[in-house]
T-cell receptor, first 113, second 115 residues
Framework: GNSVTQMEGPVTLSEEAFLTINCTYTATGYPSLFWYVQYPGEGLQLLLKATKADDKGSNKGFEATYRKETTSFHLEKGSVQVSDSAVYFCALSLNTNAGKSTFGDGTTLTVKP | DAGVIQSPRHEVTEMGQEVTLRCKPISGHDYLFWYRQTMMRGLELLIYFNNNVPIDDSGMPEDRFSAKMPNASFSTLKIQPSEPRDSAVYFC?????????????FGDGTRLSIL
């Protein structure tokens, strides 16, 4: 079956620190990969995505590269801000799943000033 | 553009009462998903629809839960009778059908508390 494994949280960083949240996946096909972010009291929203190997998704200073050889899609940001405090979800989706996505368990990030 | 709209945002009710959660997906989206989120179990897919037809309801916890999508712009999730362990945040999401590279768009959820 399909699965997504994220590094366990919570993650606590100081402002301007470098962020990495690891994500690895298992899929029976060739997936598209996503990072979603959930701010307190809100739903998940798309942060970035990549649809094929070696693609790099980027948004708001966050980046993730689709690595087929290591089945990974790690999220990185060079300098985090307090406003980045949120829960981050890695997810995959396959054409064969007809729109259905598989989500990781989420990683809570807290950035302190 | 209007996003996914859920109502109510908060619901507090007593055990045994019927609860109805509502969702309006983004216009033109073919897929609609209902999720439940709790601290203990995280984000769980309950059921999803394609073109108003239920495709997979294997995540619905028990017969007390039911979901309908009478038309492309409206869906409901009903719990009858409700129990305290149903307390959670329930999310609705929608997406376009164009293969697996389309993201899901989430509403802001309904926070349900069963006393």
């Amino acid at each position: 079956g399909n699965s997504v494994t994220q590094m366990e949280g919570p993650v606590t960083l100081s402002e301007e620190a470098f962020l990495t949240i690891n994500c690895t996946y298992t899929a029976t096909g060739y997936p598209s990969l996503f990072w979603y972010v959930q701010y307190p009291g809100e739903g998940l929203q798309l942060l970035l995505k990549a649809t094929k190997a070696d693609d790099k998704g980027s948004n708001k200073g966050f980046e993730a590269t689709y690595r087929k050889e290591t089945t990974s899609f790690h999220l990185e940001k060079g300098s985090v801000q307090v406003s980045d405090s949120a829960v981050y979800f890695c997810a995959l989706s396959l054409n064969t799943n007809a729109g259905k996505s598989t989500f990781g368990d989420g990683t809570t990030l807290t950035v302190k000033p | 553009d209007a996003g996914v709209i859920q109502s109510p945002r908060h619901e507090v009710t007593e055990m045994g009462q019927e609860v109805t959660l509502r969702c309006k997906p983004i216009s033109g989206h073919d897929y609609l998903f209902w999720y439940r989120q709790t601290m203990m179990r995280g984000l769980e897919l309950l059921i999803y629809f394609n073109n108003n037809v239920p495709i997979d309801d294997s995540g619905m916890p028990e017969d007390r839960f039911s979901a309908k999508m009478p038309n492309a712009s409206f869906s409901t999730l009903k719990i009858q009778p409700s129990e305290p362990r149903d307390s959670a945040v329930y999310f609705c999401a929608s997406s376009l059908r164009q293969g697996g590279n389309q993201p899901q768009h989430f509403g802001d959820g309904t926070r349900l508390s069963i006393l």
